[in-house]
């Protein structure tokens, strides 16, 4: 298999969620995740109990292409009205380098969380989830120069480079790190800003 067609596996577990809003009111209805990565999507089972802090402890694995193609994956949060539509509470877009960045070993788990924005960038809740390379056998450490991070996200793109510094994540004080980007379906997210513990909690 060449690079250029080279794929991974990807684990990911859609955790929870935490203060999920909706038009600056708390989220009532069962909410679900859907996860994007280039043209693949898929959805995570809806939080059975309901409201603005659901628990999904739900895995799912996507293929994800290894030749820089790919930069975001993308994690919505949905509800479904009594009607059966499905509207959004929020997106968030996650760096690729926030859990491939640099030499990383194959099957490290990544905690991450990240902040949900609306359609009008405001911000609509917290989203946790876990992310894993899935090892492909070879033991081998991968790093494509191709996915270099960002400059936004070079220091401190994930609250996880941040707890291995011993430093507490803080956004960048700049105006492109919070940048508006238009996401799925034409709107308005902000791409993944990590959130300082908003993950783990007690269960």
Known sequence: MTYSTMRRSLEIEL????GLKVDRKPVKRKTFCI????QESQACKPDELG??????????????????SVRFISIEVLYKTSGGAEKSVGLAKIPVTDFMGGFAPQGHLNFLSYRLRDEYGDKSGIVNVSIMVKPDGNGLKYSSPSMAAPADYAACSSQAAAAANGQMWRPPRTSSSMALTTGYRGRVVVTGVPVWGAYPRSS
């Open 15 to 18: 955790i929870s969620a935490e």
């Open 35 to 38: 996860v994007r990565i280039d």
């Open 51 to 68: 409201g603005s802090y659901p628990v999904w402890k739900d895995k799912i694995e996507m293929d994800m292409a290894m030749n820089g």
